[in-house]
């Protein structure tokens, strides 16, 4: 297909992939590669991870939506080898910076923020109300989950979960007084 999308994972995080991509309305088809899904819901599964060699020759673009970073960014891997552009998938209802720069295989989900100067390396996902502030970098494979923050001019290792509502950052500053 001249511009289908493989979703790799079919559970909650191929179902925000879909959405957002889905959203961006610029593929023609979307299918799913999934070992244990059985469908339904109106996913349209056309394998498993055995098939992704197969099938890179009928979709152009394949992205991996499974939470584990570690499987994610070896599951990119893999689909480089066998040849797939791997699009970010960034939601119309999210915020990202002009300057800010969004690896491969990026998900930036509706109501999150990456702003000013920010890079956003490969496999990483940025989920809904998150909030990666400027002049921050979060290295390949990070989670920013629901509402978890980056302060501003922080360095994120890869593979990093920012849990819901919390907040990343290096610097501790007890000078701080609630009003």
């Keep these: 297909m001249k511009n289908g999308l493989l979703i790799v994972g ?3 995080y191929g179902l925000v992939a ?5 959203s961006m309305g610029c593929f023609e088809k979307i299918a799913f590669l999934d070992d244990n899904a059985k469908g339904g819901a109106g996913l349209d599964i056309v394998g498993g991870l055995s098939d992704i060699e197969a099938l890179a020759g ?3 673009n394949a992205v991996v939506a499974i939470g584990n970073s570690t499987i994610r960014l070896e599951l990119m891997a893999r689909l480089r080898v066998a040849g797939y552009n791997i699009p970010s998938l960034i939601s119309p209802m999210a915020y ?3 300057s800010a720069k969004i690896g491969a295989g990026v998900f930036v989900e509706p109501m999150a923020v990456v702003h000013c100067g920010c890079e956003i390396c490969d496999g990483c996902i940025i989920s809904a109300g998150a909030v990666v502030n400027h002049k921050s970098v979060c290295h390949r494979g990070c989670h920013i989950d629901c509402n978890g923050t980056v302060a501003g001019n922080e ?5 990093t979960k920012v849990p819901s509502g919390a907040v990343f950052s290096s610097k501790q500053d007890s000078k701080i007084k609630l009003c």
């Design 10 to 12: 079919a559970g909650v």
């Design 18 to 22: 879909l959405e957002i991509a889905e």
């Design 58 to 60: 009928e979709y152009k």
């Design 155 to 159: 360095v994120v290792p890869s593979g």
């Design 96 to 98: 990202v910076s002009p």
